[in-house]
């Protein structure tokens, strides 16, 4: 019996321990991250220009691991790239932990030290952000606060230099952001109108050792912004300037800098209207005056076109914003024609018309050739740099069947957005038609062909796409482009790919063989050109 | 007997922290935007105790669309049987984050939808590639996720999202 009681004794104080420890474990916080890894082997393919990998295999790999607990959270990033993949900066080279922070969060007070993103407004005059896929991290490394000491009232400030692949650049970025939500000052939270008012100010220290000119070792740039909604219209206008900031970009010239973006849209079920125009003269802000390509941007200036999905106008001719001057605008309707109407059909057919457009700006010469050139603020040049025109309808048919049809046209100016000569401007139509056909619940069929037509630059294209998924893990898909209308008839190429992929729950695996095209990959408002590739690649992703 | 219900109440505390455990965490606390420009905290997701869908995705995101279109023409329907709600956080950057409303009413939806302009909310839930779908249970819990979509893949989130309205747990 005492034995027994011994034994209970024991097992009660083992179970407490145990409850308590779980109870400890339950209230230790979440581990949580993501993982991705992507590898190709790439063969000799002289036909499509791919460059030599002497190393055959080239890898870019990273995992984020973050711990939260309460109001607490820190964590790493991990990158690895050995060596940096085709298409990618060659400055990712090695591995290491560029990402480190650690946070602290309660109701109006967050302090971040370490690794951080941030944007203030829409990252006019800053915004540090993250594109794995293209290579690209401007990440902030110092201190930010970030406080909300009323209702209605949003405060941030940050000291940081900030992330060149896997070095710091040499600037130091000082900046302050205020935000006023007077709709919720005045605590009316019904109001019918709200209004939001915001201002900022960024100033880079850099050092000036050049030994001829003098440059500014302090440049500051403010913006201000507007934003006014009621009911169904919203209005939001930004407004940016820049004080002399010789820079790589601008060659040197002590030119102030001004950008001006205005978007206000219409939105009711149904329905939708979006009018928008854009002006940017002289506005590529880095933390380190002598960077080019990419790298140390401080701010954030996204091309004013719609950002298309389909390979063909999304890969072959996307417009890159030119910081340097352009004036732009872009509307876009889109519409739903009822279900169950008589144009409609049963379930709906769903309309998208864009127009967008960039112009260069006009520079006069001025006298005092250290300013560069004066240019009148509401006047765009002659010179085009961009069109796109197109309408896209999509219309389920019925339980089986749906599709996209797309048309479109573009006028793209090889030379200026690419920054290269002898190409001129280039004249497109494209088609796109996307059919997709489901067999059963899990079962589903996707036939797509597209078409761009030209008789400029590397002619006309075609591209075809069989797709099968078996929903909610599989997909297989074979793709052909055809570079048709080449006019060097041994560059008539075809870019054929065999793509499969699983997906569980939070994890993927890709794989693709086959020829890549060489072309602009963009994410966001960010572009990589990708040189052609002829191999075997893998893709990895978890989240966790 | 009296062994074995010694060692059940020895375990017992193992699995249910185990059960708790189980990859399940609150919904982190973000500030984003409405599509009218006010910020909320991601933490005030609110569904009365029934589940919630978060979808991550983007206007340029074809598959993220096909998804949230496919959702839409049952989401009536799985609100009357389930009384789930969908938050679709856009992921679109400044380029982009105007377009949303628009985008939304052209499209008809009728989901809670709010933008992640510099993808805060994103990295929180350290989403690599929209679309990204999490399944949120009545304690507010994150409780599963699923990467990417396929035609069809709603039917799976739906069985889940049944169990969860059920107070089931979910063995994946």
Redesign the interface.
Known sequence: MKL?FF??NC?LV??VL??S???Q??NQG?L???F?LDAQYYNIDSLIGAPVVKEKILTNGFM?L?Y?KGNFSGGIRYENYLNVMQGFDPRYKGSGIPFRFASY?NDNLEATVGNF???F???LIL?A??E??LGYDNAFDGIRI?LQPTKGI?LKGLIARQRTFFSLSSGIIRAFDA?F?LT?MVNKPDAKT?V?LGGSAVSRFQRDEDPIYNLPENVAAFAGRL?I?RGKF?I?AEYGYKYNDPNATNKFIYHPGQALSV?S??????????L?AKRLDNFDFRSDRTAAGIGANVN?L???TR???YNLPATIYPYATQPNGEMGFQA?????LKKGSKLGGK??T?I?VNFSGTNGIVKNKVDNDTLGYSSPFFQASNQMFFRDFHVEIHRKLNAKWKATIMYLNWVYNKDVVQGLSGFGTIFADMGVVDV?Y?IN????V?LETQVLISKQDMGSWGMGLVEY???????VAIVDQYNYGNPDPIKQIHYFTLNT?Y?N????IMLQYGRQREGIFCV??VCRSVPASNGFSISV???? | M?KSA?FL??L???L???Q??D?S??I??V?IKT?????INTSTFENGGKPIIINFWA????PCIAELTNID?VYEEWIKETGVKVIAISID???????V????????WTYEVYSD????FK???????PP?TFLINGNKEIV?????Y????E???YELVKKLAEGKPLN?
């Open positions: 027994f034994k209970l097992t083992l179970s145990v409850t420890i779980s109870a474990q339950v979440e949580h991250g993501n991705q984020n973050w939260t969060k993103y941030e944007q407004g829409g990252g915004r952000y993250e794995r896929g970030r949003y935000e939500n919720e709200i939001i934003t909604n919203n939001q978007t849209t219409f939105s009711s079920k149904g329905f939708g209207i979006l928008s954030f996204p091309a004013l950002q298309h999905t876009e309707l889109s519409y739903r379930y709906g769903e998208t997709a489901k619940s899990k079962h589903t996707r998924t078996f929903a909610p893990k599989w997909f992929g997906t729950n939070g994890n993927r966001g408002g992703t978890s989240s966790f | 009296i010694l109440a020895l017992m505390p193992v249910l922290s185990a708790l455990l990859n965490r609150p982190p606390s500030e599509l009218d420009g006010k910020t206007t340029w995101c074809k023409e950057d400044s380029r982009n984050a105007t377009k409303a628009p985008f939304v009413s052209g499209k008809g302009p510099n993808s805060d990295r929180a839930l350290n989403v690599n590639n990204q599963w996720q699923h990467n990417g396929q035609e069809g893949s039917v799976e989130l994946h």
